[in-house]
C-alpha cells in the first residue's frame, strides 16, 4: 500500500500530463484523480483514471494536490485545499511573488486572494530547509528555475556586480506556452522561426528572478531578460552573461559551482571546455550547467532545463518529497 494519496488538478496540460506520468510511476505516491474539464471522460495517459472535471474532485479525499492551473485560478484551489487540510503544490504564478503588489506589478491584476502569500519558493537547490515539511509550496517558473541555478553560486559568494546588468538570453521550446493552441505556436509560424517576445524587462517572470536573487545577494544588478521561442518541442537554455566584482576572478568560477552543486543529485556542472545543450536534459529531472569564462571580470554561464520536468512537474515532485519527508529525488532518478 502507498502513502501518500496524490490528486493532480489541471492534468491534461503539458505540465500536469508529465505531473500524471510521474506521479503515477512514483514508489510512495497512489495517483488518486485528474481533472481537466476539457477530457473529462477520457483515459489519463498511463494510468487507470478517466479524467474527471475539477467540480468532482475532492480535495480532502487526498494528501497533496497539484496545481498545473492558470494563475488567477490556481489560488482559489490552494485556498481550499489548504482549509482541507491537505499539502499544495501550486506550479502557477499565484503563489510565486511575495506580495500582492509585487504580484499586481507582473500579472497586472489584483491578487486573488492575498492572505495566501508569502509562500515558500519551491526551489530545493536554494530554499531546501524552508520546503521541509511545509504546507504549501510555489512552484518556480521554467525560466527563473533555469536562470536562478545558472546564477546561484555567483550570488551566494557575493561575486556579482551591483553596477552592471545580468543579461539573460533565454531560449523555450514551444511547450512552455502551455498547450492550448494560439497563431504564435502554431507550426506554421514556428517552424524555422526562433521568436523573441517581451524582451528587455517586459517579461512577467523579471519581478521573480529579481525577488529570488535578492534574497541570496544584496549586490545584484538588473535583469535584462530576453525570452525566445524555440522551435522545438520541449527544453530550455537560459545564457546568462554577468560581470564579476574583485571577490572572483571568471577562472575561480567554475570551481565555485563545483563546490555549490558537488553535492546535488539534479544538477550537473561540466566541466571546463564542455557546453550544456537541451539534449543533456531532455526528459530528465535534472539541471545542466556550464562556465565560460570570457574575460577576467566576465564570464558566461549555460544552464539547461527540460522546461516541463525540472522547470515544472519534475521540480514539483521534488517539492512534494521534502514536503513528506521522503528523499527528494525518489520517483525522479
Known amino acids: 500500500m502507498k502513502d501518500i494519496r496524490a490528486g493532480v488538478y489541471g492534468g491534461s496540460g503539458y505540465a500536469g500530463l508529465d505531473l500524471v506520468e510521474i506521479l503515477s510511476a512514483h514508489p510512495e505516491v497512489e495517483l488518486q484523480f485528474a481533472t481537466s474539464n476539457t ?8 494510468t487507470e483514471l478517466r479524467y474527471i472535471p475539477a467540480a468532482d474532485a475532492r480535495p480532502g479525499d487526498v494528501d497533496v494536490i497539484f496545481l498545473a492551473l492558470p494563475h488567477k485560478t490556481s489560488a482559489a484551489m490552494a485556498k481550499a485545499g489548504l482549509e482541507a487540510g ?3 503544490v501550486d506550479l502557477s504564478a499565484d503563489l510565486r511573488l511575495d506580495t500582492p503588489e509585487a504580484y499586481e506589478k507582473s500579472y497586472h491584476s489584483p491578487h486573488p486572494h492575498p492572505e495566501l502569500l508569502p509562500a515558500p519558493y519551491g526551489l530545493p ?6 520546503l521541509q515539511c511545509a504546507d504549501v509550496v510555489a512552484t518556480p517558473g521554467c525560466y527563473p528555475t533555469t536562470t536562478l541555478l545558472g ?16 543579461i539573460v538570453d533565454a531560449k523555450s521550446g514551444v511547450t512552455g506556452a502551455g498547450r492550448k493552441p494560439s497563431l504564435t505556436t502554431h507550426f506554421a509560424e514556428v517552424y524555422g522561426n526562433l521568436i523573441p517576445y517581451k524582451t528587455g524587462r517586459a517579461h512577467r517572470h523579471v519581478g521573480e528572478l529579481e525577488q529570488e536573487a535578492h534574497k541570496v545577494s544584496d549586490a545584484v544588478g538588473p535583469v535584462i531578460f530576453c525570452p525566445h521561442l524555440l522551435p522545438v518541442d520541449r527544453g530550455l537554455m537560459s545564457s546568462i552573461y554577468v560581470s564579476l566584482n574583485d571577490s572572483m576572478s571568471s577562472d575561480q568560477a567554475h570551481d565555485a559551482y563545483l563546490e555549490v552543486y558537488g553535492g546535488e543529485a539534479l544538477v550537473d556542472v561540466l566541466p571546463l571546455g564542455e557546453q550544456a545543450t537541451l539534449k543533456h536534459v531532455v526528459k530528465t529531472n535534472k539541471c545542466v550547467i556550464s562556465i565560460t569564462p570570457v574575460l577576467d571580470r566576465y564570464a558566461h554561464i549555460t544552464s539547461v532545463t527540460d522546461n516541463l520536468r525540472k522547470g515544472a ?17 525518489l520517483g525522479l532518478l
Open 151 to 166: 546564477l546561484y553560486p555567483l550570488l551566494r559568494f557575493g561575486a556579482l556586480r551591483d553596477d552592471a546588468p545580468i
Open 313 to 329: 512537474a519534475g521540480q514539483a515532485v521534488q517539492n512534494m518529497n521534502l514536503m513528506f519527508g521522503l528523499d527528494e529525488t
Open 86 to 88: 491537505v499539502k499544495v
Open 125 to 130: 537547490e536554494i530554499n531546501r530547509a524552508e
Open 39 to 46: 477530457y473529462a471522460g477520457d483515459p489519463a495517459p498511463g
